[in-house]
């Protein structure tokens, strides 16, 4: 749909021009709206970490998030946070904001539809079981969305949240240069995406990056401090302005 026609016309106009031409189109395809952001002029942004709790990644993540005040959107990985529930408490006593990623990092498009909305149920009250707290943000796995489990998500009680700008930080390199990758899409209402933990979809063979998931957040907010832009969680990010929806779908 609108990201067919975005694709047609990227190589053709100017970031600005792009911009205004997705917002337009997004308009029209609210009602199917995967959670995009927020419609603001303000410089904010949403900060959002797949794939944990992570032993290693969150407490990283979370110590560079509070030396700085920020707080940021968890999408967790259910079989995870039932091994590591402590995590999941600390993410939480810290003031961040948790979602639901998957119960594994199955890739939801590929299973039945009927699997697929059980799978998200489920994954739902177990969640929610563990942070003691109703979920309601969804991440889907490698942003892998068909309109029926769009609209399971949503009968499961879960709201769909994509993502702009991101750092690609399953791929290696220095803390800087990762972190630098999220300037070629920066601007104001965008939602970032990180992780604090690390999955690759079954015979991929990419190593574990090794650097420190900590350093990488530290150097994104001194960046992001540099550009006169604040970082904060989804449902802060809400505060901004009106949701921007855009209908996000792919295999
Ligand atoms: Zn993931």
Redesign the pocket.
Known sequence: MTTGLNRALAHRLSPQARQRVRRATDRLTTGVGSLKGCRTDTPVVALTY??GPDPEGTPAVLAALAEAGVTATF?Q?VERAEQYPELVRAVLAAGHEIGL??ID?ARLTTRPIRQASGWLVEGRARLSAVAGRPIRLF?P??GAQSLRTYLAARQAGLLPVVWGPSADDWRDGDPAEVANRVTTRLGPGEVVLL?D?F?VPPGDHTPRPAFDRGAVTSALLDLLAERDYTATSVSGLLRHGAPWRTAWFRP
Do not use: K, P, S, V
Request: glycine residues 16%; aromatic residues 16%.
């Open positions: 797949d794939d999408f990985l990623h998957g990092h991440r796995t490698y992780h933990g999955e």
